[in-house]
């Protein structure tokens, strides 16, 4: 069974048989698929007078990461999942259908997960582990910043002259060297995050 928009009431209506099946009581919702099927609806002789059901901004290639899209429902319109005890994780897009606060998504049995991220990726590279290269903050990659994090969250330590240590957890070096004044202050920061 397909979507349809009550253009009066401006519901979106998603029918369980819409979404994937993915085991149990969790489906998916392909949410690149539906913002090309109400597309569709709003093209249509009926929808064509009515506002536009959202916003959609198309993935975004920048210095070498692909950014996903967004799907924004808009102009007063709201999301309705056939009602019913099953949970609906909304794949594909950084969107704002799960948004209860805004009106966007109409409150029934059903759960819904938003998968929403701030770096939402398409395909960093060929290889999945290539997500770990990626600066992160700074220079740093996500694996050298996973490694310091580990260092200063589990690491041994030792305090001496002013001078805090922290290990890796192999303990086989300092990661960490930090040198505080008086009252605990970082002063100087030294990492080895290799």
């Known amino acids: 069974m397909a979507i349809s928009v009550d253009w009066a009431t401006q519901v979106i209506s998603i029918p369980k048989s819409y979404l994937t099946l993915v085991s149990g009581t969790v489906y998916d919702l392909d949410t690149d698929l539906l913002f090309h099927d109400l597309k569709a609806l709003e093209d249509d002789e009926e929808g064509i007078?009515?506002?536009d059901t959202l916003n959609h901004n198309s993935e975004v290639t920048v210095a070498g990461t692909t950014f996903a899209q967004v799907i924004e429902i808009i102009n007063g319109y709201s999301?309705?999942?056939e009602d019913g005890a099953y949970s609906v994780r909304l794949t594909g897009s950084n969107n704002n259908l799960f948004d209860v606060g805004a009106g966007i998504?109409?409150?029934n049995s059903v759960q819904v997960i938003g998968q929403n991220s701030?770096?939402?990726v398409v395909g960093v590279g060929?290889?999945?582990a290539d997500v770990w290269t990626v600066a992160v903050e700074g220079?740093?990659?996500a694996q050298e910043v996973l490694r310091l994090m580990a260092a200063a969250l589990a690491g041994k330590t030792t305090i001496a002259s002013g001078t805090r240590t922290f290990r890796d957890l192999a303990d086989t070096k300092d990661r960490l060297s930090?040198?505080?004044d008086g009252t605990g202050n970082r002063i100087a920061v030294t990492t080895d995050a290799s």
């Open 49 to 51: 007078v009515f506002p």
């Open 79 to 81: 999301v309705e999942f």
């Open 105 to 107: 998504l109409v409150q």
């Open 118 to 120: 701030g770096g939402l």
């Open 126 to 128: 060929s290889d999945p």
């Open 139 to 141: 220079a740093f990659t």
């Open 178 to 180: 930090v040198d505080v």
